[in-house]
């Protein structure tokens, strides 16, 4: 054969090899690459994770370690490769790279890379940044399906105002302590186990409208004539008459519900409270004090029988002592460790009282001739200091601050009186209310203090007092209740009203 036909022959069997290629079977592409099955490249992530690394039917592989943006962070000999990722310890809203390599026995190797987005954020999801807001509202925090929280802080320009470890993530923020007209922030932290934490921040403006708002109300089921919240402004107790007294939860004072009715021997006409132990007075059946430290229920502890009625009481802490008055005397009963009563004096009145106030080491006695001081420094042998400080009409109400004295003196109005030299009270200011002002309330506010009073028929009226402006009262708001406004409680910028068939939960704004 020549050279010539040699060269043809080449050329066939290349032709035919080409032709013929397409019929043989092909090596597939992965075949020599591992790949990051999970997540995939471009996707979404976000709390934890595990990526897995997949080497198909790749010999020879020694081991394979695991880079997330150029650290790396695991390593692995052994099928099947897993490594759990918690994303929390890196930033979240950007990209982070995965990079696998799978190291061969001839000391090549092989490999993949992808990119994710990690999305790990709590959400402040109420209020909305940039909005405005009034009065009080609710700060909800969102976390998500994100595990490992520990807790969540919440802070509002700045200073710490909730620590909560279990969802939801709630805080009622009363706005009233925040200056009106400007921006406030509010941040949340969400503490995860790890000791890394995520968080977002808001910022909203406060709105406050001026005047009386009403907050809440709640239909008693008895009649409501005195109430007392507690200590944290989480509960409420109501006296309600012949139905005892009623416990509310007020921890969200915008939706108060009913807890519990304790079943008293007599007419639940006054309260007191302190810590867990509530004090009630029942009329013609004594006084009865009762741990309330239970949320469902509370507990008798002791019943003391006065000998004629009490019809008021106060305890006051500093020595274990409970003051009652007893329609025509003043009982003075000791509290023991068991927070039993053991008694330890009294002091007749020739009139009837209606209302007590303690004031250091002085009782004042508001009655139905007027006001009556007695020192009980010695509770076994109190004595009155000077004699009755004499009122047009009864003093039904009685509040004690400091070295005034401030009366509810129904049909005659409201009334201070300056103690600061005893035995001889002396008359600062009065104020007809054209109504029936039955109890008082009081906040110190720096120049003018203000006093908030419970008028059975005009309802809510709140007064600016005037000290050192000729000792007047000015008139600021009213607000008709709507029931018979018998007694009122101002603890921490909220106003509490027994209000005959129903309590009101009040915030006034100047």
């Known amino acids: 054969m ?37 997540p995939q490249s471009g996707a979404t992530i976000g709390d934890s994770i595990t990526v897995i690394v997949s080497a198909g039917s790749i010999a020879g592989i020694t081991r394979i370690d695991l880079y997330i943006d150029g650290d790396s962070v695991f390593t692995d000999a052994n099928p099947p490769y897993r490594y759990f990722w918690s994303t929390h310890n890196v930033q979240s809203g950007v990209s982070h790279s995965i990079y696998a390599v799978a190291w ?27 909005a405005t807001i009034g ?32 969802p939801p993530y709630r805080y009622f923020w009363s706005t009233h302590n925040v200056q009106s007209g400007v921006s406030h922030s509010v941040y949340a932290v969400a503490w995860l186990a790890d000791t890394s934490y995520i968080s977002d921040s808001i910022t909203v403006m406060v709105e406050i409208v001026s005047g009386i708002h009403i907050i809440s109300e709640f239909q008693t089921t008895g009649s409501a ?31 108060p519900f009913f807890l519990y009715n304790i079943n008293t021997n007599g007419s639940a006409v006054a309260v007191d409270t302190w810590q867990e132990y509530l004090f009630i007075a029942e009329g013609s059946n004594g006084v009865s004090v009762w741990n309330v430290s239970n949320p469902d229920s509370a507990v008798f502890m002791d019943r003391y ?28 009963l000791e509290m023991d460790a068991l927070f039993h009563f053991d008694y330890r004096g009294s002091l007749q009145t020739a009139t009837a009282l209606n209302d007590i106030a303690v004031n250091g080491n002085y009782v004042h006695l508001g009655s139905a001739d007027g006001l009556m001081i007695a020192d009980v420094s010695n509770p076994s042998n109190p004595a009155y200091v000077g004699g009755i400080y004499h009122t047009a009409t009864p003093i039904v109400g009685l509040l004690s601050f400091a070295g005034h004295d401030y009366l509810a003196k129904g049909a005659g109005g ?16 009065d104020f007809n209310t054209n109504g029936a002002a039955q109890m ?15 008028d059975g028929i005009n309802g809510v009226m709140i007064f600016n007092y ?26 921490a910028g909220l106003i509490y009203v027994a209000d005959n068939a129903r309590f009101l939960i009040l915030r006034y704004v100047e």
């Open 104 to 130: 061969l026995a001839d000391t090549s190797y092989i490999s993949d890379s992808i990119t994710v987005m990690v999305a790990n954020k709590i959400f402040i999801s109420y209020p909305q940044s940039g």
């Open 440 to 454: 008082i309330a009081f906040r110190n506010g720096g120049d003018s203090d203000y006093i908030y009073v419970a």
């Open 466 to 491: 005037l000290e050192s402006d000729s000792s007047r009262i000015v008139s600021l708001e009213n607000i008709d209740t709507q029931g018979y406004a018998y007694d009122i409680v101002y603890q």
């Open 2 to 38: 020549t050279n010539k036909s040699l060269l043809i022959l080449a050329l066939l069997l290349a032709i035919s090899d080409l032709i013929g290629c397409n019929n043989k079977p092909t090596t597939p592409m992965d075949q020599n690459k591992i790949s990051i099955s999970y």
């Open 305 to 332: 029988d006065t000998p004629e009625g009490a019809v008021n009481l106060e305890f006051d802490p500093s020595d274990s002592m409970l003051y009652i008055a007893d329609s025509y005397s003043l009982q003075i």
């Open 135 to 166: 009065d009080s509202i609710t700060v909800i925090v969102s976390a998500g399906s994100i595990t490992g929280i520990t807790r969540i802080d919440l802070y509002i320009d700045g200073d710490s105002v909730f620590t909560d470890a279990n």
């Open 414 to 429: 409201i009334e201070i009186v300056s103690f600061g030299i005893l035995p001889s009270p002396e008359s600062q200011a």
């Open 225 to 255: 004539v005195k109430l007392i919240p507690s200590d944290n402004a989480a509960r409420l107790y109501v006296a309600a008459s012949d139905n005892g007294v009623e416990a509310y939860d007020i921890s969200n004072p915008y939706t």
